[in-house]
């Protein structure tokens, strides 16, 4: 519809016009290192009609807030519409260092819509705020769907169903995030292995480090050196 924007993920889409209309279509990878642009041509690929049936993906971002804001697939285009119009003049003209100001308004672009999103959710997360709160200030509990919804005043069924609306996730994987999370902090603090498992409840050192290296992609100590080194600490 005129004036808004849609948000597509990884899934397959087909774009149609049904009037004369200008668009622009921004594709993006999140954690991309490079600024350099590239055409998004190279990544197009066919799929089977069918698949244009499914789901778009569920994205949620960390807004650092003690909480998860999940991806609307549409939204008013009013907030970035500016950023959108330059990156497009920055694109065709390619002044010198127009790589890093394509970044620089992507970025502003992204940051205003999530500024606006968080904006109209806020009323919203309210509803299972203290659900929210317990998962993140005691990730070392063994919460339950039942518990975490008796503390919002919900059935658990409709509460697990208001918290994925809502975070993008499902109350569990909030969990499990908190939890190497909190891991991450007492890494670089220097608590001991032992220690931090038993702290998080895990069963066994063993648990907590494949665990976590599944999560991070780092044992706890290949974590705890490069944030060491990061910060200028000493492990």
Known sequence: M???????????????????????????H????????EHPAHGIRYVPEHTFDLP???????????????????????AIAP???????????????????????????????????AQSAGEQSTKIGPAVQALSDHPQH??????????????????????????GIAPKTFLIQEKIKKAKQLLLEGMKLE???????????????HHFKKETGLTPTQFRLQGGEATGQKS
């Not at 849609?6 to 921004?26: K, N, R, V």
């Open 2 to 28: 005129s004036g808004e924007a849609a948000y597509y993920g990884g899934a397959p889409h087909l774009l149609t016009l049904i009037e004369e209309t200008e668009y622009y279509s921004l594709h993006f």
């Open 30 to 37: 999140w954690n991309r290192p490079s600024p350099i642009p």
């Open 56 to 78: 778009a993906d569920t994205d949620s971002i960390d807004l650092h807030l003690s909480h998860r804001l999940a991806v609307p697939s549409r939204f008013p285009l009013a």
């Open 83 to 117: 950023s959108l119009e330059r990156i497009v003049k920055e694109y065709k003209q390619e002044k010198p260092g127009y790589p890093a100001m394509l970044r620089a308004l992507l970025m502003e672009g992204l940051t205003l819509w999530l500024r606006q999103t």
């Open 142 to 167: 063994p919460w339950s769907v039942p518990q975490l919804a008796a503390l919002c005043g919900y059935h658990p069924i409709y509460f697990s169903k208001l918290f994925r609306e809502e975070m």
């Open 195 to 209: 220690t931090i498992a038993e702290q998080l409840q895990y069963g066994s050192l063993h648990y907590f480090s």
